[in-house]
């Protein structure tokens, strides 16, 4: 009887627990079982590891083979458990030895011949293992790339098993990763393409430097689309933490491009109006996978025709705008996924939608109807509304006036740099991450400077929630305008962002 040990990794959502595999070679009937709450995919797996044992040059045992996986109430996902199975029973077998096992974590999918295929989620594995006290990885040679961003822990590739097998007799070494090429920053479309819309153009920026909600509502053809697909151009690069994050979830997703393995430009997602709830939110069979929300994590949400989307799926990014995470419970376990993003909504403001508003044919009642479709406690949640005007042609001629991103963008980072400085010792980045309580008591404006605020919130024209919004634009505005703290026309600008009519 023989047994032998192996550690591979399990992710739930993007946080990652190690997994002890065991192969024990006993007495009885040939046969193999796995246990330790496998799905069907790892099921399988006894079959495909069997067959690429064979096609390497080894000998299966002919004899019990029994590999469980621990914990065992953790529920196992994938085919990313095959390399470690199959190391495991060499090793129990006598066939290599495991000297070199313990400490080191495999991930790999096996092909019937042998070769070892990349798996999702090889980063946040790889962070989970270097956190969990685990020195080395194998991985395949088409995850190093992304083994090459965790630094701490000494990760090498292999194309084949006969090669890991080399490896622990110590034949042949692994092939190491590469230095990562210097990437290009990524080209952006340039805000100077944008003719007109002053007012949107200024919304634009105050989002970008506080990190604001933004909601456009124009006719068709005013540049609502082309607003939004700029606002990732004047956010500041992601840092470290956060740039390794975002990679972490577009690499459990499988979505990585090895060319430019570390996402360094805020992404930007914009899924149709047709898109199912799975798929903006996150879900699947099995241990649910992230949707376009946490694909737009520490980046811009776009959803054009907003009003279309349909209520379920509007209503379920409500609590995920507080709450910066989506939660999605199954049978199995509840998966987490980061989902703190700027939301950018842009909408008509009626169905028939004409070029202008004199030419609407709508009654006022599917008028009221098509805008109800963006509930309130929905737009409570957006800090800045903004009502898009019909290009005139006065206007299509004033193009010698208007800033590029670069210019833009210089504001932004400026403005961001004061807000940082200001919350650092708390932990908040921006103005839109400070809990209103923060807002009122520790960093509370004077009664004369937030006196429309308080009448707005007598009459009844905002709510709680929306007058601790417009405090956060005001503190934006002052940043923008290199003030220290906000004044009474910092909280009526916000006020007007905040106007119900734009909506």
Same mark, same amino acid.
């Given at each position: 009887?023989?047994?032998?040990?192996?550690?591979?990794?399990?992710?739930?959502?993007?946080?990652?627990?190690?997994?002890?595999?065991?192969?024990?070679?006993?007495?009885?009937?040939?046969?193999?079982?796995? @246990?330790?709450?496998?799905?069907?995919?790892?099921?399988?797996?006894?079959?495909?590891?069997?067959?690429?044992?064979?096609?390497?040059?080894?000998?299966?045992?002919?004899?019990?083979?029994?590999?469980?996986? $621990?914990?065992?109430?953790?529920?196992?996902?994938?085919?990313?458990?095959?390399?470690?199975?199959?190391?495991?029973?060499?090793?129990?077998?006598?066939? /290599?030895? *495991?000297?070199?096992?313990?400490?080191?974590?495999?991930?790999?999918?096996?092909?019937?011949?042998?070769? /070892?295929?990349?798996?999702?989620?090889?980063?946040?594995?790889?962070?989970?293992?270097?956190? $969990?006290?685990? &020195?080395?990885? @194998?991985?395949?040679?088409?995850?190093?790339?992304?083994?090459?961003?965790?630094?701490?822990?000494? @990760?090498? %590739?292999?194309?084949?098993?006969?090669?890991?097998?080399?490896?622990?007799?110590?034949?042949?070494?692994?092939?190491?990763?590469?230095?990562?090429?210097?990437?290009?920053?990524?080209?952006?479309?340039?805000?100077?393409?944008?003719?007109? !819309?002053?007012? *949107?153009?200024?919304?634009?920026? /105050?989002?970008?430097?506080?990190?604001?909600?933004?909601?456009?509502?124009?006719?068709?053809?005013? %540049?609502?689309?082309?607003?939004?697909?700029?606002?990732?151009?004047?956010? #500041? !690069?992601?840092?470290?933490?956060?740039?390794?994050?975002?990679?972490?979830?577009?690499?459990?997703?499988?979505?990585?491009?090895?060319?430019?393995?570390?996402?360094?430009?805020?992404?930007?997602?914009?899924?149709?109006?047709?898109?199912?709830?799975?798929?903006?939110?996150?879900?699947?069979?099995?241990?649910?996978?992230?949707?376009?929300?946490?694909?737009?994590?520490?980046?811009?949400?776009?959803?054009?025709?907003?009003?279309?989307?349909?209520?379920?799926?509007?209503?379920?990014?409500?609590?995920?705008?507080?709450?910066?995470?989506?939660?999605?419970?199954?049978?199995?376990?509840?998966? &987490?996924?980061? +989902? $703190?993003? !700027?939301?950018?909504?842009?909408?008509?403001?009626?169905? =028939?939608?004409?070029?202008?508003?004199?030419?609407?044919? =709508?009654?006022?009642?599917?008028?009221?109807?098509? !805008?109800?479709?963006?509930? %309130?406690?929905?737009?409570?949640?957006?800090?800045?509304?903004?009502?898009?005007?019909?290009?005139?042609?006065?206007?299509?001629?004033?193009?010698?006036?208007?800033? $590029?991103?670069?210019?833009?963008?210089?504001?932004?980072?400026?403005?961001?740099?004061?807000?940082?400085?200001?919350?650092?010792?708390?932990?908040?980045?921006?103005? *839109?991450? /400070? #809990?209103?309580?923060?807002?009122?008591?520790?960093?509370?404006?004077?009664?004369?400077?937030?006196?429309?605020?308080?009448?707005?919130?007598?009459?009844?024209?905002?709510? *709680?929630?929306?007058?601790?919004?417009?405090?956060?634009?005001?503190?934006?505005?002052?940043?923008?305008?290199?003030?220290?703290? #906000?004044?009474?026309?910092?909280?009526? +600008?916000?006020?007007?962002?905040?106007? &119900?009519?734009?909506?």
């Amino acid at each position: 009887m023989a047994l032998a040990r192996a550690w591979s990794v399990a992710l739930i959502g993007i946080e990652g627990r190690p997994v002890e595999i065991e192969a024990d070679i006993g007495a009885g009937l040939p046969g193999t079982k796995l @246990v330790g709450l496998p799905d069907a995919g790892l099921r399988e797996a006894k079959d495909r590891v069997r067959a690429a044992v064979r096609n390497s040059g080894q000998r299966w045992p002919d004899s019990s083979v029994t590999l469980g996986l $621990s914990p065992a109430n953790l529920p196992k996902v994938g085919s990313g458990y095959d390399l470690g199975i199959a190391v495991a029973v060499l090793a129990a077998s006598g066939a /290599v030895p *495991a000297t070199k096992l313990l400490g080191t974590v495999l991930l790999g999918e096996l092909a019937l011949d042998g070769r /070892v295929r990349p798996v999702r989620g090889v980063l946040p594995a790889l962070l989970a293992a270097r956190k $969990s006290g685990y &020195r080395r990885a @194998v991985v395949a040679v088409e995850s190093l790339f992304e083994g090459a961003l965790v630094a701490g822990i000494e @990760v090498a %590739g292999a194309a084949r098993l006969d090669e890991v097998i080399a490896w622990l007799r110590d034949e042949e070494p692994l092939t190491p990763p590469e230095a990562p090429d210097p990437v290009a920053p990524a080209a952006v479309p340039d805000l100077a393409d944008v003719v007109g !819309q002053p007012e *949107a153009r200024w919304a634009l920026e /105050v989002a970008a430097a506080g990190g604001h909600h933004l909601l456009m509502t124009g006719p068709p053809g005013v %540049g609502k689309t082309m607003l939004a697909t700029r606002l990732p151009g004047l956010l #500041p !690069q992601l840092s470290d933490e956060d740039a390794l994050e975002v990679t972490a979830v577009h690499s459990v997703d499988g979505t990585l491009e090895p060319t430019s393995p570390l996402m360094r430009v805020p992404p930007f997602v914009a899924p149709h109006h047709s898109i199912s709830m799975a798929a903006l939110v996150g879900g699947g069979s099995g241990l649910a996978m992230p949707g376009a929300i946490s694909k737009a994590h520490r980046g811009v949400l776009f959803l054009d025709e907003a009003a279309e989307l349909g209520s379920e799926r509007l209503e379920s990014l409500r609590t995920v705008l507080e709450d910066g995470e989506v939660r999605i419970a199954r049978a199995r376990g509840v998966v &987490r996924y980061p +989902a $703190s993003f !700027q939301l950018v909504l842009a909408t008509n403001p009626c169905p =028939c939608a004409p070029p202008r508003e004199t030419e609407c044919s =709508c009654t006022p009642a599917a008028r009221r109807r098509y !805008q109800a479709r963006l509930s %309130g406690p929905l737009l409570d949640r957006v800090d800045l509304r903004v009502r898009m005007r019909p290009m005139t042609a006065m206007g299509a001629h004033e193009v010698s006036s208007i800033e $590029s991103t670069a210019e833009v963008r210089e504001r932004v980072v400026a403005a961001r740099e004061r807000a940082a400085k200001r919350w650092s010792g708390r932990g908040w980045q921006t103005n *839109a991450e /400070v #809990p209103g309580p923060a807002l009122r008591r520790e960093f509370a404006l004077p009664a004369r400077v937030t006196r429309l605020l308080d009448r707005s919130l007598d009459r009844g024209a905002i709510t *709680a929630r929306g007058a601790d919004r417009c405090l956060r634009i005001a503190w934006t505005l002052a940043d923008l305008a290199e003030a220290d703290v #906000p004044d009474a026309d910092h909280v009526a +600008a916000a006020l007007e962002f905040r106007d &119900r009519r734009a909506a």
